[in-house]
């Protein structure tokens, strides 16, 4: 089975890509894992809350609200506190490596193709098994217009969430392959089309 990881910069395109690229796929030859949607369902865990509320304390911090634990508030914290960033995912990351690699224990053996989506692949080193890795990239005038018009995101979040990632650039000389997607979408699948038939000719 190949691994391939997927990442690059907010707003880039990652998780339409591996949407895209399922399509040009056969079916039943793919899997995918996001590790994004494994952080969502990781803070809706009580036990998980918990532990990061009591890091916010131990930070001078706060996360919750008078309902309790707030996503929000934590997500606002996390890009304005560098040092307390660096405790959450001292917590978090452990637990998404640990049920990617069951997912992909657990896979049929029909799968060929494993894609992980790993947004922060480059930022900490994230550990995770991979053949190749995939970079999706864009302008960074790109990636702020859609943090601003499609996310609808305030100005002062979009612009530090730009800040505490690796610059485009530097992960793209990081790269096995990337994906520019700056242009048409006619453009964005027609990459993509490339990249799955190299893939799909590896098993032939």
Known sequence: MLRIAVTGGVACGKSLLVERLEHFF????????????????????????????????????????????????????????????????????????????????????????????????????????????LVVAASAGSQMRRLLEDRQLPEDLAANILKSQMSVDAKMKRADVVVWNEGSLDSFDAQIEHLANRCISLFN
């Open 26 to 133: 056969p079916k039943g030859q793919m899997a995918r894992f996001d590790c994004d949607a494994a952080v969502r369902g990781l803070l809706e865990e009580t036990e998980v809350q918990n532990v990061l509320i009591n890091l916010s304390r131990e930070s001078g911090v706060s996360i919750t609200s008078e309902t309790g634990f707030e996503k929000g508030l934590l997500r606002k914290v996390l890009f304005e506190n560098s040092a307390f960033r660096e405790k959450v995912e001292g917590e978090l990351h452990p637990r998404v490596l640990s049920h990617a690699e069951k997912f992909a224990q657990e896979l049929d053996e029909r799968i060929r193709v494993l894609i992980i989506e790993v947004p922060l692949l480059y930022e900490v080193e994230f550990p995770i098994q991979r053949d190749m890795v």
